[in-house]
Structures are given as C-alpha cells and as structure tokens.
T-cell receptor, first 110, second 114 residues
Framework: GQSLEQPSEVTAVEGAIVQINCTYQTSGFYGLSWYQQHDGGAPTFLSYNGLDGLEETGRFSSFLSRSDSYGYLLLQELQMKDSASYFCVIARNRDDKIIFGKGTRLHILP | GAVVSQHPSWVICKSGTSVKIECRSLDFQATTMFWYRQFPKQSLMLMATSNEGSKATYEQGVEKDKFLINHASLTLSTLTVTSAHPEDSSFYIC??????????FGPGTRLTVL
C-alpha cells in the first residue's frame, strides 16, 4: 500500500520559523513536492525534491531523505499571508501518479 | 509562468443535469492533465489522468461513465459530470504537466447540485 503522513495542524507566530514534516510509504517513489493552498483557492506549487538534500527558494526550503522516506517543508520569517494548508505530494514513477497528503493547516498568530 | 484556466469558476445545476468543465493550459502544451475533486476541509483526491488523444485513466472508485473526460488537444481537457446529484457537489480542480515534473493547477470549479 501507500501512505502519506503529515500533521493536521501547526500553529506558529509571525516572524518565526516552522517545519512541516512528511513521512511516506510507497513503491516506485519518484519525488516529493509541496503545494500551498489558501481557502477557496487552487494549490500552488512550492518546491520539488527528486534527490536527497535541501532545496531553497526564498523563505521556503524543502528537504528529502529517501532512505528515511521523510521530507519536510521549512518556512522562515513567517508572514500572516502564509496562513494556508500545505500538502506534501509524492510522485510515483511506476504509473506517473501523484498522491496528495491530507494537508497541514498552518495557523499564524500575530 | 505556466498558467492553467478553468471554466466555469462556479456552477449551480439541478439534479439530473450534466455539467461540463473546461481546463486549458494557456501558455504551454500539456500532454497530461489531471482531474481532482476536493471536499471541504479535505485533501485533493485524484479522479483521473487524461492524456491527449487517448482514453483517460480513472482512479479506483471513480465512475468513468459518470465523469466523462475528453482530452482533444494539447491545451484542452474537459470533464463532464453526467446526471449530477447533490453528492457530486464539490470543488473540481484540474492540473497540467509541462514536462518538468511540475503540475500547474487551475483555479478550480465549484459545483453545487441542487
């Protein structure tokens, strides 16, 4: 079978740093992506990790460890507009299918 | 950047009628498009994968005769919800791949079936 686990909710303070973890179990793992979705909107792409290590894009960084079947999204200098749901998404090379995690709701306090 | 549009953005219909949703990649060619459904406060669930010029591949539990998908060109895929019922009310989102392992999502279509 396959599974994706991420926390359902995380709360942080404006200006702080927050890490959202994702563990997965699947066959034919190809890569890990992160998407952001604001209420009522469509998901927007944040990052992709095909190889182990850290990918940095501005205030957002994403990490992947294939051997641990684990990844995380790191958000720095949190802003109120970062309040949204964040989905970890795995891609499988066997059938080109992508699978969404259940999402982590990020609440940011002023 | 890659832009994907959907039309309509919202639709209300009576039970038993059919609704067509269009998904277009505006500035790139998409050999593969995906259709998702999202219920309130839940994650996106992949319904089907649509490849240009061939039949769509449906996920387990998705009725292909109810959710008709047509991918007639490299920039257009359509999803038709046939004989819609209230339980089909949902947020339907399409995405398109640009060949770089990145999916670009449309803005979604809110379907309400009365």
């Amino acid at each position: 079978g396959q599974s994706l686990e991420q926390p359902s909710e995380v709360t942080a303070v404006e200006g702080a740093i927050v890490q959202i973890n994702c563990t997965y179990q699947t066959s034919g793992f190809y890569g890990l992506s992160w998407y952001q979705q604001h209420d009522g909107g469509a998901p927007t792409f944040l990052s992709y990790n095909g190889l182990d290590g850290l990918e940095e894009t501005g205030r957002f960084s994403s990490f992947l460890s294939r051997s641990d079947s684990y990844g995380y999204l790191l958000l720095q200098e949190l802003q109120m507009k970062d309040s949204a749901s964040y989905f970890c998404v795995i891609a499988r090379n066997r059938d080109d299918k992508i699978i969404f995690g259940k999402g982590t709701r990020l609440h940011i306090l002023p | 950047g890659a832009v994907v549009s959907q039309h309509p953005s919202w639709v209300i219909c009576k039970s038993g009628t059919s609704v067509k949703i269009e998904c277009r990649s505006l500035d790139f060619q998409a050999t593969t498009m995906f259709w998702y459904r999202q219920f309130p406060k839940q994650s996106l669930m992949l319904m089907a994968t649509s490849n240009e010029g061939s039949k769509a591949t449906y996920e387990q539990g998705v009725e292909k005769d109810k959710f008709l998908i047509n991918h007639a060109s490299l920039t257009l895929s359509t999803l038709t919800v046939t004989s819609a019922h209230p339980e089909d009310s949902s947020f339907y989102i399409c995405s398109a791949e640009d060949g770089t392992d990145t999916q670009y999502f449309g803005p979604g279509t809110r379907l309400t079936v009365l």
